[in-house]
């Protein structure tokens, strides 16, 4: 009896542990315009926020796009050695180790927008750092625009492994090709992460709980002036619209992904012309 309650007491233990890991308690840092160029000023604005959230448990905070330097790319003042001075060197870069320092501290695991510079190279970059400190993930936005072509482009649209799964993350226009939000959710992503710095309105979270709907996965979408999160079946489940620096904190539940529907029925021998160049399907660049 004595040993039958034991592997009873097991079983409940792993079984409420495995309910506990399905639960993401979200932090989108949202309600500030980010200072271009400055980036003192927007990493003690970030930081402040940061720790004034602690207390509420989050999982994962995340910045919108390019937040340290306040998405300086688009700048009118644009010069090469301006962009150089604010570009960050991952493995050097002092704000990239005070994330790191940040989330270990807190145990709390954070994605920050800022633009980097890897070998002479400028990325829109997104660095996933897990609540030990290290660094997790790292993307490079892929879809570059008009406004955009101070970056290089990524070259791949990684899923990464963290504490509640697998997480995929777009940056800004990235969001707009349906493709990209379905190449992570094949490749398992449970929860797309979308810092942003463009587009808020009304249409774009049309947009993404089409995305979060036709995926069967949750999306976050986060930008300096709103912060929203979409369910499996397309719906809001948190939004927040502020123009004082703040955290929407929501907690959301993965176990609600599947793959009853959208995923599992699809025909992807139908849809070869969709990896074909524009110009291979009587479209126009």
């Not at 402040?48 to 919108?64: N, Y």
């Not at 570059?144 to 649209?157: E, K, N």
């Not at 599947?258 to 599992?264: E, L, P, V």
Request: one cysteine or more; proline letters at 4%; charged letters at 25%.
């Amino acid at each position: 009896m004595r040993y039958s309650a034991v592997l009873v007491a097991l079983f409940l233990t792993a079984a409420f542990s495995d309910r506990q890991s399905e639960k993401l308690r979200l932090g989108l840092f949202t309600g500030m315009v980010p200072v271009r160029w400055d980036l003192e000023t927007n990493w003690r604005a970030f930081e402040r926020a940061f720790v004034e959230h602690t207390s509420e448990g989050i999982d994962l905070v995340v910045t919108p796009e390019c937040f340290l330097d306040g998405y300086a790319a688009e700048a009118k003042d644009w010069t090469l050695e301006r962009f150089s001075q604010i570009a960050q060197e991952v493995a050097t870069s002092p704000y990239i180790g005070k994330v790191c320092s940040l989330a270990k501290k807190h145990n709390t695991s954070i994605v920050f927008g800022f633009t980097e510079n890897d070998h002479g190279k400028f990325y829109d970059c997104a660095l996933l750092v897990d609540r030990k400190g290290e660094i997790a993930g790292h993307y490079h936005k892929t879809h570059l625009q008009d406004h955009d072509l101070r970056f290089s482009p990524g070259q791949d649209l990684p899923v990464f492994e963290t504490a509640w799964g697998k997480c995929g993350i777009l940056i800004c226009a990235d969001r707009r090709w349906p493709e990209t939000a379905r190449v992570l959710r094949v490749r398992g992503a449970r929860i797309i992460l979308i810092p942003s710095y463009g587009m808020w309105h009304l249409d774009n979270e049309w947009w993404m709980r089409t995305r979060s709907y036709e995926n069967e996965n949750f999306v976050a979408f986060v930008h300096p002036q709103v912060a929203f999160v979409s369910d499996p079946q397309g719906q809001i489940a948190a939004k927040l619209q502020t123009n004082v620096p703040s955290m929407l904190v929501c907690e959301i539940d993965l176990s609600q992904v599947s793959d009853r529907a959208h995923i599992r029925d699809r025909r992807p021998e139908l849809y070869e012309d969709i990896a074909r160049p524009s110009e291979a399907v009587g479209g126009s660049k």
